[in-house]
């Protein structure tokens, strides 16, 4: 039911915070990835090291490590990766830091910085969840936008029978995939047809020998995946790579550079074009039929350009059409961009560089600068989180 999704598990210092590990346990069986924060106190019941193993990733906990370089903004790239964060545990003391907006650990940081659907799950023992604190801090958050999962009636910590239990994994399980469905339909980019095209194109020789580049994909899907989440009806036009799409979408290969201009023509309606694929500027201007033999083959390989697929999109822009272009630079990076984007008519151009060890092709991170007329904003991580974040920046500033 989750497959695919993304889940930012908080834990906090209850002593329910050991049934989180079979919470992410389950998460994980039903197809999602997860990523835990935990609060200090929360190391008292269960080691960070239990979650780490088991979610393959290092607990997020303090806001500045000294292990770490990254560690002092993850609060803002988890908050961006997430489909859901479920606090579960959430305790009192935790739930009225959440409502009062204090960020004095890593998870109450997250939560301000969180652009995804929190799920809280409050989790107490004895009388204190009846209390009228707890109560009106309960009826704040549900007022705030925060999703509640009330906690079960059972046997406590304490030896009493009250309401304080956390429920059972499925009922989490459960709330968590309603919300996260519930959220795309209500998101920045809800009822908007977005485009976006995706990998490198091969301009064959002959049927063995083709010119192309060793673009990924990797950027361009994670714009799909990104719109996807934010509630869009995306098509995607996808090159010959490997790398899956995570969300569901409509998908449509291409090969070659007049494969792509097609099928960006027949959806040039569409609200949003977001064109990220990494199209060869010039192709053979001959195609042999059979493959060249060595001994036969010219010296000399005639070329011609291929059609300019963006230049095409920004002549016959719509109005209220939104049109993203990519810009891969070696050199002058800025400058490059800002011709691009005049001379193609574009609304928007993420300009990056090949010449970073951690960026461009076949890298899990990427550094982009996002430029408009008016506006320039660099980011820089994960392509997903940097695509999210991309697509916020442009359709939900405020958001």
């Not at 579960?88 to 650990?105: E, I, M, Q, R």
């Not at 009922?171 to 047809?193: F, Y």
Request: aromatic content about 6%.
């Amino acid at each position: 039911m989750l497959t695919g999704k993304r889940i930012l598990l908080g834990v906090t210092g209850g002593i329910a915070a050991y049934k989180a590990v079979y919470l992410l346990r389950d998460f994980q069986k039903a197809g999602a990835e997860v990523r835990v924060t935990m609060t200090p106190s929360a190391t008292r019941f269960v080691g960070s090291e239990t979650f780490s193993a088991l979610s393959r990733t290092p607990v997020a906990m303090d806001v500045f490590s000294t292990q770490e370089d990254d560690s002092w903004t993850r609060h803002i790239h988890w908050g961006e990766w997430a489909d859901i964060f479920v606090i579960a545990p959430c305790t009192a003391n935790t739930l009225s830091k959440v409502v009062h907006g204090a960020s004095d650990n890593m998870l109450t940081a997250t939560v301000l910085a969180a652009r995804c659907p929190v799920l809280i799950c409050p989790t107490m023992d004895g009388e204190m969840y009846e209390s009228p604190a707890v109560s009106e801090n309960l009826k704040t958050a549900r007022t705030m936008g925060f999703h509640i999962l009330e906690p079960d009636t059972g046997y406590l910590a304490s030896g009493l029978d009250a309401k304080g239990r956390l429920p059972d994994s499925g009922a989490i399980l459960e709330k968590a995939d309603t919300i996260i469905q519930n959220s795309r339909q209500k998101g920045p980019l809800s009822g908007k047809k977005v485009l976006v095209s995706a990998g490198p194109t091969r301009e064959f020789i002959d049927p063995v020998r083709f010119i192309s580049n060793p673009s990924s994909g990797k950027m361009g899907i994670a714009m799909a995946d990104g719109a996807v989440r934010l509630g869009a009806d995306v098509t995607l036009l996808k090159g010959p790579v490997s790398v899956q799409e995570t969300e569901r979408m409509n998908t449509e290969p291409f090969v070659s550079a007049d494969d792509l201009f097609k099928l960006a023509k027949s959806h040039a309606d569409s609200d949003i074009i977001i064109m990220a694929a990494a199209v060869a500027d010039l192709k053979p201007d001959e195609i042999y039929k059979n493959k060249v033999k060595k001994e036969s083959a010219s010296d000399v390989l005639k070329l011609t350009r291929t059609p300019d697929i963006l230049q095409w999109l920004g002549n016959h822009k719509k109005e209220n059409q939104c049109l993203i272009g990519f810009a891969m630079e070696t050199e002058d990076i800025e400058d490059n961009a800002g011709r691009k984007l005049e001379k193609k008519n574009l609304d928007w151009i993420c300009a990056n560089s090949i010449s970073d060890n951690d960026t461009g092709f076949e890298s899990d991170t990427n550094t982009i600068i996002l430029m408009s007329k008016e506006a320039r904003q660099e980011f820089k991580g994960p392509k997903l989180e940097i695509a999210i974040r991309i697509l916020h920046e442009i359709f939900d500033p405020k958001g």
